[in-house]
C-alpha cells in the first residue's frame, strides 16, 4: 500500500557540526537501509529546499509511522502523509 | 487499518428539493450500509456545520477510496483523509 | 458530550532525554487514567506526526479543558478542540 | 454550557428580492425566539461584514447543533463553533 | 463600544516558574481590576488552550490598545481584534 | 476615531455592463459623499486590483458598520475592518 | 527531469453527464498515451479526493506545461508543480 | 521601477468559446503592446497554471494600475503586485 | 508615490531592558525624522497589537526600500508593502 | 531552462556581527559568482523585507539546487522554487 510522505528538515542552524554530520550520516544509513527492502520505493529532493517527497510501500500504516518515526531526523522534521490509491486511468 | 475522515459538504442552496432529497436519502441507505459492515466505525457531525468527522475501518486505501468515492455526495464534499496509526498510550 | 481533539506535541529536540522521558511517562501514566475513567474513549497516532486524534467524552466544557490543561505535555502542546453532535445517518 | 459561535452570510447577492427578505425576516424572527428563551445571550454584528459573532448558552452540544442547522440562512452560512470553557481570571 | 478580543498566550514552557507564575498572578491582578471597572464584561477560556476570547466595553480604540498593551502577559501574547456593532436582530 | 478597511470587490464577470455601470456610479455618488462629510479621509486603489485601502474617522463601531454596509457594492464586497490607536512614535 | 504535479479535479457537479463522461474518457486516453511515452511514469489517486498525484519526466519546463495545459480537463484542473532533484541519500 | 506582478486567470470554463477566444486575442495584443513599449520587460508562463509571472518598468504605481487595469482579462484575473528594489549583490 | 506598510515587531521578550529600550529609542527618534521630512505622513498602531500600519511617500522603491531597512527594528519585523495607486473616487 | 526563486532570509538576529557579516559577505560573493556564470540572470530585493525574488537559467533541477544549496545562507532561508515555461504572449 503506497503512501506519499513529504518531509520537510528544520535542523537548528547553531546544532554544532559534530552532532549534525552525526545525525545525517545516521539518517542516510537508515533511509538507504529502508529503500534496500523495498518499502520506500523513492526518495526525491524538493528542489531549493531541504525537504523530500517519499513514496512509502508498506503493509499497513501502523509500519510507516514506525518507519517514520523511527528516522534519526524525526524530531527535527515536519512530515505530512498522504494516502494513495490505484489511479484508474494509471497504466 | 484506520484512517481519520472529515468531509465537508457543499450542497448548493438553489439544488431542487427534490432533487437534494434524494441524493441525501441514498447518502443515508449508503453510509448506513457501510456502517453496518463494520468499515464505517464512527460518524459524528461537527457541530455547526454541515460536515462529519468519520472513522473508517478498512483494508487499505483502495477500499478507503472505493467507499468514499461512491458516496451520493462525494461530487459536493470536500474530503481530508488522515493515517491513523495504534497509538503508544493507548489502552 | 463529545468533542474531537487534535493535539500536536512541540518538544525542543533539545530537552534532556531524562526531562522528556519523564514528561513523557507522566503523560502516558495521566492519558491511561483518564481513559480507564471512560472519559477519553478513542486516541490515535496521526501516522508521521508526534500528534495525536482524540476523543472525549465529557459532561462538559469546563470538563474538557480540566482534563486537557492537565496533560503534562499540555505546554508543549497546540490543541484544537471541536465540538461533536449526533449523525443523523449514525446507526 | 457557552459555545462561541462565528457565522459569515453568504447570500448569493442575485437571489431575487422578496426571497431574500423572506429568508431575512424568518432568521430575524427564529434567532429573537432562541434569544428570547435564554439560549443565545449575545448576538454581535461583526463591523462591515455580514457576519456576526454569537455566545449560545445550551445544555450540550446536540442541542446547539440543532438550533444552528435549524437557522433559515443555515444553507448559506459558514460556522465555526469554539467550545468555551469558565476562566480562572474571570470575576 | 465593544470590541471582540481573542487572545492566545505563547509563554515560553522553559520560563523559570517562579518568574511564570509572577506574571500570572500580576495578570491575573490586573485583568480582574478592569473587568471591575466595566471595560472587560466578558471573559472565556477558550477550551484546550492557552487562550481566551474577550469582550471589552471601551469609550475608543485608544483606550482599548492602553489596556491590552498593559497587560502584563502582552509581550507574551497574540491578540486579535475585532470591532463589533449592534446586530439588527438582537434584543 | 480611525479604522483601518480593507475592500475587495468581487463583481461577477458576467453582471450586465448597464447594472455594473449603474451601482459602480452609485458608489462614486455615496464614496465622495462620505468623503466631503470628513468620515472617510483616505481612500487609496491596491494596485493591481479592484480593492481599495481606506482610513474612516468615525464616532463608533455603529457608525462604521452603517457606513459600509450602505455602499452600493456592500454585497459584492469583501472588506476586513481594523481598529487603530495613536501610535506612541507618531508627531 | 523530474517534476512532481499534484492535480485537483474540480468538475461543476452539474455538468451534464455526457459532457462530463466525454472529457474524462479523452483525458483518460490522453494520459494513458503520455504514459506509454514514459514521459508520465507515476499517476496515483488521492485517497478520498478527485485529485491526483503524479510524478513527469520531461526534458524541459516547456515540455512540462505543453503536456499539462493539454490535458482536457485542464480547464477544470487547480495544478501544483513542485520541481524535484535528485536526493544524496537515493540509492 | 520594477514590480513583480503575478497573474491567475480564472476564466470560466463554460464560456463561450468564440468570446474566449476574442478576450485571449485581445489580451495577446495588448499585453504584446505593452512589451513592445519596454514597460513590461519579462512575461513567463507559470508550468502547468493559466498564470503568468511579470515584471513591469514603470514610472510609478499609477501608470503601473493603469497597465493592469486595461487588460481584457482583468476581471477574470487575481493579481498580486510586490515592488522591488535594487539588490546590493545584483551586478 | 505611496505605499502602505504594515509592520509587526517581534521582539524577543527576554531581551534585556536596557537593550530594547536603546532600540525603541532610536527607532523612535527615527521615525520621527522621517515624518519630519515627509516621507512617512502616516503612522497608526494596530489596536492590541506590537505592529503599526503605515502610508510612505517616496520617489521610489529603492527610496523606500532604504528608509525601511535603515529602521532599528528592522530586524525584528515582519513589513508588508502594498502599492497604491491613485482611486478614481477619491476627492 | 528559467525558475523562479523566492528566497526569504531569516538570520537570528542575536548572531555575532562578526559572523553575520562573514556569511554575508560570503553570500555575496558567491552570488556574484554565479551572476557573471549567466546561470543567475536576475536578482532583485523585495522591498521592505530581508527577500530576494531571482530567475535562474540552468541546464536542469540538479544544477539549480546544487547553487541554491551552496548558498552561504542557506540554511537561513525559506525558499520557494516555481518552474517556468515559455508565455506564447512574449514577444
Excluded: C
Excluded at 554530520?21 to 520505493?41: C, H, L, T
Excluded at 529532493?45 to 499497513?60: E, H, K, W
Excluded at 500504516?61 to 534519526?72: A, F, M, R
Amino acid at each position: 500500500m503506497l503512501f506519499h510522505v513529504a518531509m520537510e528538515v528544520r535542523l537548528p542552524p547553531d546544532m554544532p557540526a559534530e552532532q549534525a554530520n552525526d545525525i545525517k550520516a545516521r539518517e542516510k544509513a537508515f533511509a538507504q537501509e529502508v529503500q534496500r527492502s523495498g518499502k520506500w520505493p523513492h526518495l526525491w529532493r524538493v528542489a531549493g529546499r531541504y525537504a523530500n517527497i517519499s513514496i512509502f510501500d508498506v503493509a499497513d500504516t501502523d509500519e510507516l509511522h514506525g518507519i517514520l518515526s523511527s528516522l534519526p531526523l524525526f524530531p527535527y522534521m515536519d512530515i505530512k502523509v498522504t494516502a494513495l490509491a490505484k489511479h484508474p486511468s494509471a497504466l
